[in-house]
């Protein structure tokens, strides 16, 4: 694809991860190859934007809005068809199950690094079949009942959802067999960073395995810093960009700038009033940083933080609906919850005092 290809598509931001560079690409694979196989509906349209420790997932609004559409059709017209989605999805999360355990354990001493693949492949059925799928379903859901629309409608699908509602596999098998392959290629390379290995693409990887040709160490320096990605539908490559005066032809790159505002508002989760330290954590690795009583802000909140969450006096997250994890959780735990502020982390930083008001959906700076 060429810049003024990529200009001419209707992108929106969708979602910021402190994630590894990595994670995107089995998502791709999920979206572009398998979902529209198993759903009727895939994405064709991807850019991603990699900047330090955080990347940011852009998609066209049109084709956002015609995935909500099409699952939201699905679940009212075949409900029958969702409830069985989900039975796979069940099936996909224990094997994830079984895959973490494995590289928790001795037992993944006895996988090389040519067993890649393999491995790889399970990893994208296990995304679009524990996330990506029930995600989307629920999304499509919450959004009608933010709009009025009536629970009970969705009551069969609702039920047969909820025993994945706070499950996100990727987090834990990106801590264990990920984690594991790129000290396997750290091993092979004699490259001890994982910061560079972790930004190579799955195609990459698997060229590096078979022929052991292996991407410039100042392109993955490169994309550790600052790149822009994305996946062209026609040759099915991922293709990048470094230059960051590219924002200038896609505004939608600049991160929008945030006013300190005093006040930070959102959408109540779970009520209650408290005020406590801020921590900010988005992932397993914050969490050393956590005392017992902080409130918890996050970009969002995944089951590998319930350590944390359970010990918190208050969640604040950036994104987020009804059914999101952050609300389920703190409606689980009876912690006040403040979802869907879309800029509480870009505002509030380590060690400010805030009071968290959930009864009324909204946290103040005190100091």
Same mark, same amino acid.
């Given at each position: 694809?060429?810049?003024?290809? /990529? &200009? ?7 979602? %910021? ?27 064709? &349209? ?36 969702? @409830?069985?989605?989900? &039975? ?50 629920? $999304? ?6 933010? &709009? ?78 600052? $790149?822009?990605?994305?996946? %062209? ?30 006040? /930070? ?12 330290? @801020? ?32 010990? $918190? ?10 059914? $999101? ?43």
């Amino acid at each position: 694809m060429t810049i003024e290809e /990529i &200009k001419k598509i209707d992108w929106i931001k969708f979602l %910021d991860r402190r994630r590894s560079c990595f994670i995107y690409f089995p998502y791709i694979e999920a979206e572009f190859k398998w979902l529209p196989e198993i759903c009727g509906f895939g994405y064709k &349209k991807h850019l991603y934007k990699w900047s330090g420790d955080k990347g940011v997932h852009y998609r066209s609004a049109s084709e956002l809005e015609e995935s909500m559409a099409h699952f939201l059709k699905v679940i009212k017209d075949e409900p029958s068809r969702v @409830v069985e989605w989900t &039975k796979t999805s069940l099936q996909w999360t224990r094997r994830s199950e079984e895959l973490t355990k494995k590289f928790e354990s001795e037992e993944k001493e006895r996988v090389s690094l040519g067993d890649f693949g393999t491995y790889y492949d399970e990893f994208v059925q296990i995304l679009l079949w524990t996330v990506t799928i029930p995600y989307l379903s629920l $999304c499509a859901i919450d959004a009608v009942l933010e &709009k009025g629309e009536s629970k009970e409608q969705f009551r069969e699908v609702l039920t047969a959802l909820e025993p994945l509602r706070g499950f996100t596999a990727y987090p834990q098998l990106e801590r264990t067999m990920l984690d594991y392959f790129w000290k396997l290629l750290i091993q092979e390379t004699g490259i001890d960073e994982v910061e560079l290995v972790d930004k190579m693409n799955a195609d990459e990887v698997k060229q590096f395995i078979l022929d052991k040709t292996f991407p410039d160490i100042e392109i993955l320096k490169k994309r550790r810093d600052w $790149c822009i990605f994305v996946h %062209d539908p026609v040759t099915d490559k991922i293709e990048y960009w470094y230059d960051k005066e590219i924002a200038k032809e896609l505004p939608v790159l600049n991160d929008e700038m945030i006013k300190a505002e005093a006040v /930070i508002k959102g959408r109540v989760g779970y009520p209650g009033k408290v005020t406590g330290i @801020v921590k900010r954590i988005d992932n397993a690795k914050d969490m050393a940083k956590f005392n017992p009583g902080d409130i918890i802000v996050s970009i969002n909140t995944t089951p590998d933080l319930m350590a944390v969450l359970s010990q $918190c006096s208050a969640i604040v997250s950036d994104e987020g609906g009804i059914m $999101c994890h952050a609300a389920i959780v703190s409606r689980e735990l009876k912690k006040p919850c403040i979802i869907g502020t879309k800029i509480a982390t870009k505002v509030l930083k380590d060690g400010d005092m805030v009071e968290v008001d959930a009864e009324k959906g909204v946290v103040k700076i005190l100091k």
